[in-house]
């Protein structure tokens, strides 16, 4: 097998209490890379925030994957204890911000050739674009929810972290009726980007119009609309509001609350098709008490627990 272009993750990371009527999630998840063929997810960081940067955005989410890490990995394994994860490291920056996305986007293909599911630790909301691209290269037509108070669509050049989804779109990774974003604010988006996923008929759902039945059952009617065979989930975490997500990009006055979060991230390990979870836009500098990495590590948590669920299923 051919290495990955990856870097590892720093051991100080994984977390051991050594007791073993309470084993952590970093006693649980091995970095070996000889554990590659036998592992059921895989855990790889992208530590890049140019595409924040270029955007005009607050730098310092390229901090985040080792931040969630830390915070991931002391979290307790019930539920958790039979499912094969194995953390690959991260993507190392590239010269540019496109070649750091081609980067992405070849291991993320290779990984989901190769049946694995993923977990991808932003890092800037831009590796959405090599995050799909290599998710439809690797498995098919794929459904994508954008769980975020932006649209991500500008017509920006060069690429930056508000450009993805249009990315996406204009290159056909991404059809129009496999895309939708749930939990959009009207003040954090332009009228021309509204315009122009309405002409392709994109489905946009702010947050107050989710709230009405309800997070999880708005996402399962997104789920429900579509047959694509793989599904992908961006969990942008600037769609929880401040008080409970200071440490972002772009903090958001109004927005979901941890719990509803988590409830997506539920639905997400849940659903079957499910191959491919993005957190991002976590931004350490300005997180308090690491409260925004422990909510993002929760959220993967509860992803872990839907798939370790299935995989018993699976296996019985």
């Known amino acids: 097998m051919e290495p990955f272009e990856l870097a590892p993750t720093n051991a100080a990371l994984f977390y051991r209490r050594g007791d073993p009527n309470d084993r952590r999630l970093g006693e649980l998840v091995t970095r070996d890379p000889q554990d590659y063929p036998h592992a059921a997810v895989v855990i790889i960081g992208y530590p890049e925030d140019e595409g924040v940067r270029r955007n005009g955005g607050r730098p310092g989410a ?36 496109e070649a750091t996305h081609a980067r992405q986007r070849a291991t993320v293909r290779r990984m989901i050739a190769d049946g694995k599911r993923l977990i991808t630790l932003g890092g800037g909301n831009d590796m959405a674009y090599p995050d799909v691209a290599g998710l439809v290269e690797g498995a098919g037509p794929a459904l994508a929810i954008n769980v975020d108070a932006h649209y ?33 604010q009207p003040y954090a988006n332009a009228p021309a980007y509204s315009r122009y996923l309405e002409e392709r008929g ?115």
């Open 62 to 97: 390229a901090e985040a994957p080792a931040a969630i890490r830390r915070c991931l990995y002391r979290l307790g394994s019930a539920g958790i204890e039979g499912l094969r994860i194995l953390d690959m490291g991260d993507t190392p920056p590239g010269p540019d911000l």
């Open 152 to 184: 991500d669509v500008r017509a920006d050049q060069p690429r930056n972290s508000g450009t993805p989804y249009r990315q996406l779109l204009e290159e056909g990774l991404l059809a129009p009726e496999r895309f939708g974003i749930l939990g959009t």
């Open 202 to 316: 994109v489905r946009v759902i702010p947050l107050r119009e989710a709230r009405v039945h309800g997070v999880v059952a708005t996402a399962r009617e997104l789920l429900a609309r579509s047959h694509a065979g793989a599904v992908f989930w961006g969990f942008d975490m600037d769609v929880v509001h401040a008080a409970e997500a200071p440490g972002v990009s772009a903090p958001n006055p109004l927005g979901m609350s941890g719990e509803e979060l988590c409830a997506l991230a539920e639905l997400a390990g849940a659903e079957p098709r499910t191959r491919l979870v993005e957190l991002s836009e976590v931004n350490p500098r300005y997180d308090v008490d690491q409260r925004t990495a422990r909510l993002a590590a929760v959220a993967i948590w509860h992803v872990l627990v839907g798939w370790a669920a299935r995989a018993e299923h699976e296996a019985n």
